[in-house]
């Protein structure tokens, strides 16, 4: 069953889907993050025929909750009630870096880096990947 991975962001929301056998996690989509953007969210995660929805937590390195933490956590309890899976949460530590970093590595070019939404994208499928290597048994 494939799974949907969500960078919530102040501004835009970046999606990530899974293949079908959960190995592998690729940029879906942004969201405007707006007051309907769980219920957007839930819907696209059940045209996807998605089991479960990681959502990225944004800690500080020692562990403590930020700002941020706490804005994602509220988001997680609108997201909850409506999605027909259970949500994750799952740490993003380092994401937006490494987005960027993967962005110049696979060779896109700095102006498609720098247009809204390609950041959250790339985070939320790092952010899938590291979650789906994490709790994917590998024979």
Request: hydrophobic fraction near 45%; aromatic fraction near 6%; charge should be positive.
């Amino acid at each position: 069953m494939r799974a949907l991975a969500v960078d919530h962001g102040a501004a835009r929301i970046g999606l990530a889907i899974s293949d079908e056998l959960g190995m592998f996690a690729r940029p879906l989509t942004v969201v405007q993050n707006s007051q309907d953007a769980a219920a957007q969210i839930a819907a696209i995660a059940r045209t996807e025929s998605v089991g479960t929805i990681v959502v990225g937590m944004p800690y500080h390195l020692d562990g403590r909750e930020t700002d941020s933490t706490r804005r994602v956590k509220d988001f997680v309890a609108q997201l909850t009630p409506v999605a027909h899976c259970p949500v994750v949460e799952w740490d993003e530590a380092y994401t937006t870096r490494d987005a960027g970093r993967l962005m110049i590595a696979s060779g896109i070019k700095k102006k498609k880096r720098s247009q809204r939404g390609q950041s959250d994208l790339w985070a939320a499928a790092i952010i899938l990947q590291s979650w789906l290597e994490a709790t994917t048994r590998r024979p």
